[in-house]
């Protein structure tokens, strides 16, 4: 297939990024919110929330392999994985609601409820995203071309976590008048029908240009055998795995260190520099007025200086790391490759992780500073860890002559959710290990444990991925090879089948 072919419309690029947006929804809730509020909001116990979370990865170690089979396996007139797409999206919104409403039962019905709830959603989060992901490995062959999607993708998704980390937590002041549980269903009910509007957009504007080679026999053995081979995908399974540990732990960290370690007068005064707190004292200008109207503004008591000030530092994060994404990815991808653009930039990303310890409870600035820091040199890796996966496909097929697209992906998918449980799970049991208690003035000791998951703990973890990343052999030399010669066997192949149509309307 020649590679004009492979090429993808801005429209096409945009339509497929909003699922994505989609999926934000919920992984941003998760990664900085999820322990909190079963917590702070919900109301159980840390160790209970912990185990939740680390619970249901075990039931996805079956769900996720199975459903990349079946969207293996899936064949419509629309593809093979842009259907599910359309399939979940409805049912991705309901549970997403249902697994932030609390219900009024006692706590041990409620980690019950919360233990469904949430193991539903990541069903659900399985049969859509996997072969949501596995959809980007077949749009292009094109490398440069899987990088472009992949920056598009990743900038609304960005967009999407913007709006998340920033006006969650004022969205639910606002709607809840007081009453946190009910601000938060209803604030989780918006994005949930906005999530669904989007992967109907998403399946509507995509389409597969890449099929498994047609001599290709169907045979789940042989799946497995490949991927049990397949290095580079054990490399970006580690990888993948303890990224989204790092990022749940720290967003879990991050939520803590803000609410009881940050002093909250020290978070006001910095409000104050940025003209982000309410006044009486002059008629509000255009701008001020909305962002009171969303909830953006500290009150002069200071009540909600946690719920600005946080919202606020994971904007700017956000900001800064969408414009690492579109400046920085593909330029520096082209460059250097996509492997050594990785290591290098997570390596920085996991030391100004960790320097998050050393920040002093009232120097909000240096907090902000140093999330500026880390956003930027993370920023780079957030699309080339996707496009990695699908070269890792094509490694797939150019060694063992077949294509698993949908299964390749499903064990990054797995390893995605399960980094997510295990952070949320390690956050939970380590604040609780140093006497957390939700909603009270904190110990000495567990503003210790705090400052740790915000800190050194995710740098550890962060640094795993950096050296698993030393293993991945696909660099940009072997991938252009590579490329190369799976583009000269998908002619060969098509003009073949071409020849024996020829031959079969003869006969």
């Known amino acids: 297939m020649k590679i004009d ?6 429209k096409e690029k945009i339509g497929y990024s909003l699922g994505d947006c989609s999926v934000n ?3 941003q809730i998760m990664l900085v919110f999820q322990l909190g509020f079963y917590t ?15 619970l249901a990865r075990v039931i996805d170690a079956f769900v996720d392999p199975v459903v990349g089979i079946m969207s293996d396996r899936t064949n419509t007139r629309w593809g093979k994985y842009r ?6 999206a409805i049912p991705f919104g309901l549970f997403f609601f249902l697994a932030f409403t609390t219900p009024d039962l006692t706590e041990r019905y409620k980690v019950i409820y919360a233990g469904i709830t949430y193991t539903l959603l990541m069903a659900i989060y399985s049969l859509n995203n996997t072969p949501y992901s596995a959809l980007h490995g077949v749009m292009s062959s094109d490398i440069d071309e899987r990088t472009n999607i992949g920056s598009v993708r990743f900038v ?5 976590s913007l709006i998340v980390q920033g006006f969650t937590l004022p969205l639910v002041d606002k709607l809840g008048q007081g009453d946190d549980q009910k601000g938060w269903s209803m604030a989780i009910g918006i994005f949930s029908l906005i999530a669904i509007v989007f992967f109907v957009i998403t399946f509507l504007t995509t389409k597969e240009r890449i099929t498994p080679p047609p001599t290709q026999k169907t045979s789940i053995k042989q799946d497995f055998k490949d991927l049990s081979k397949n290095g580079p995908w054990f490399s970006m399974f580690i990888v993948t795995l303890f990224i989204f540990t790092t990022l749940s732990l720290w967003g879990g960290g991050m939520y803590y260190f803000f ?22 004292n002059s008629e509000p200008s255009l701008l001020h007025s909305l962002m009171d109207a969303f909830g953006l503004l500290a009150l002069p008591d200071q009540s909600n200086a946690f719920s600005v000030g946080f919202s606020f530092f994971n904007m700017i994060g956000q900001f800064f790391t969408i ?5 920085l990815s593909a330029p520096l991808a082209k460059r250097f490759g996509k492997r050594n653009t990785f290591i290098v930039c997570l390596f920085m990303t996991s030391v100004f992780t960790g320097l998050f310890f050393f920040v002093p409870e009232d120097k909000v600035g240096w907090a902000f500073t140093l999330n500026i820091l880390k956003s930027v040199f993370y920023a780079p890796t957030i699309p080339l860890l996707w496009a990695m996966m699908g070269d890792v496909a094509d490694y797939s097929e150019w060694k063992y002559k077949r294509r698993a697209t949908g299964f390749v992906f499903s064990g990054i998918v797995f390893a995605l959710k399960a980094g997510l449980g295990l952070g949320g799970a390690l956050c939970g049991w380590i604040v609780s290990v140093y006497g957390y208690e939700p909603n009270m003035v904190q110990s000495t000791d567990a503003i210790f444990g705090i400052r740790l998951t915000a800190s050194i703990v995710p740098a550890a973890t962060f640094m795993i991925s950096v050296i698993s990343l030393i293993f991945y052999v696909i660099t940009r030399e072997f991938n252009i090879k590579m490329q190369g010669e799976l583009s000269e ?3 060969k192949q098509q003009e073949n089948e071409f020849i024996e149509v020829e031959n079969v309307a003869l006969n």
């Open 5 to 10: 072919d492979q090429k993808v419309s801005l």
């Open 25 to 27: 929804f919920v992984f």
């Open 40 to 54: 702070d909001v919900f109301g159980i116990k840390a160790t209970a929330a912990g185990t939740i979370l680390l």
């Open 83 to 88: 259907p599910w797409v359309l399939w979940t």
């Open 156 to 160: 609304l998704a960005m967009v999407a």
């Open 259 to 280: 609410s009881y370690y940050m002093q909250p007068q020290a978070i006001f005064s910095f409000l104050e520099q940025f003209n982000l707190v309410q006044t009486t």
């Open 323 to 327: 414009v690492g994404v579109l400046t």
């Open 489 to 491: 066997r998908r002619a």
